[in-house]
């Protein structure tokens, strides 16, 4: 969440449009290529960025003759730009480069990747609910492409790329906690969202088949599974995995077994932005304060359920659209 990021003092934010603030205020950044030299020197805080790197970066492999005179003035004016907010702020020439010395935890890439490195330890030590609380709360960092706004610099898109990556691995993490301490109908709708954007990703989709079906959703599982295939013949003219396959198999024979749940993860809430869905709910934007939302996702829940407020009368199918 942003109130992880350390609150004293400016917010340096590139899980988004780059973006400083100071008590919730934006920060005018200035010039286009301020904006980049602030970025670049973010990416690497704490660090010397060497001048050539800095140069090449900002005007490219063919810079003006100029260029060195003007990131000086990018420099110079930057500087007296965080100085004026915040002074403990340091924008220091260095060994022939720059550095920006800022408290890490004023970085939301940096407080986001501390926090992917404290749900990997979590993990590994067998604490599923604290990992899955922790990957969660690094994933709510995020506020859309990575310095997006600036994607006419090669490093700006490297930089994106890396932190997807990052970022795709973490909710693999989160999903299968999820899945390790069934709480199925959560990964529905958060899995279902990321493989509307991209249904390609086989490991998520998986994880998503999964819940589905725990969840009392096998039709849903196996739709999943044909668009899933259809993409992927469609963009990369190839077969799902292996692995997929057999799932798909188990799941048309009902042969998936359920994970074992631990007792404490039945008495405690799970961490997440969405509240259970009513399984009558054909818009999921909305959510529904129906009192058999507790069962959501169960048989017994669709059959008997008539319709609420917020859903409208019960379709004569209720299928989830992911």
Same mark, same amino acid.
């Given at each position: 969440?942003?109130?992880? %990021? ?74 007296? %730009?965080?100085?004026?907010? @915040? ?15 800022? @408290? ?22 067998? @604490? ?5 609380? =922790?990957?969660? =709360? ?22 994106? &790329?890396?932190? *997807? ?9 989160? =999903? ?9 109908? &959560? ?27 725990? !969840? ?9 599974? *044909? ?27 009902? *042969? ?7 007792? !404490? ?14 399984? /009558? ?6 959510? /529904?304060?129906?009192? /058999?939302?507790?069962? =959501? ?10 319709? /609420? ?14």
């Amino acid at each position: 969440m942003k109130d992880d %990021l350390h609150s004293p003092g400016l917010r340096f934010e590139i899980l988004g449009p780059l973006s400083v603030s100071l008590g919730g205020k934006k920060v005018d950044l200035g010039a286009p290529k301020q904006r980049a030299l602030l970025a670049l020197l973010l990416i690497h805080v704490g660090s010397v960025v060497p001048l050539p790197v800095i140069i090449k970066a900002i005007w490219g492999a063919n810079p003006p003759s100029q260029a060195t005179a003007t990131l000086q003035a990018h420099v110079s004016r930057l500087r007296k %730009l965080l100085h004026r907010h @915040d002074l403990s702020l340091r924008l220091v020439h260095h060994l022939q480069g720059y550095r920006l010395e800022v @408290d890490a935890r004023m970085v939301d890439a940096a407080v986001f990747e501390a926090k992917v490195r404290d749900s990997r330890k979590l993990l590994k030590a067998g @604490d599923l609910e604290a990992a899955r609380s =922790t990957a969660w =709360t690094a994933l709510e960092l995020w506020n859309g492409t990575p310095i997006g706004d600036l994607y006419g610099y090669e490093f700006a898109v490297a930089e994106a &790329d890396r932190l *997807e990556h990052i970022r795709l691995r973490t909710l693999e993490v989160w =999903t299968q906690t999820s899945l390790d301490l069934g709480v199925y109908d &959560d990964v529905t709708v958060r899995v279902g969202e990321e493989l509307r954007r991209n249904p390609g990703l086989e490991r998520l989709g998986a994880h998503l088949m999964t819940a589905q079906y725990h !969840s009392g959703q096998p039709a849903e599982a196996l739709l999943t599974y *044909e668009r899933m295939r259809h993409a992927v013949a469609e963009n990369l003219g190839a077969d799902l995995s292996k692995e997929l396959q057999v799932l798909h198999g188990k799941i048309l024979r009902q *042969e998936l077994a359920a994970a074992r749940v631990p007792e !404490s993860a039945r008495r405690t809430a799970p961490p997440g932005r969405h509240p259970p869905w009513h399984p /009558c709910c054909r818009l999921r934007s909305r959510r /529904c304060p129906c009192p /058999c939302r507790e069962t =959501t996702g169960s048989s017994a829940a669709r059959q008997s359920c008539s319709g /609420c407020s917020a859903c409208g009368p019960k379709p004569a199918a209720a299928v989830a659209m992911w």
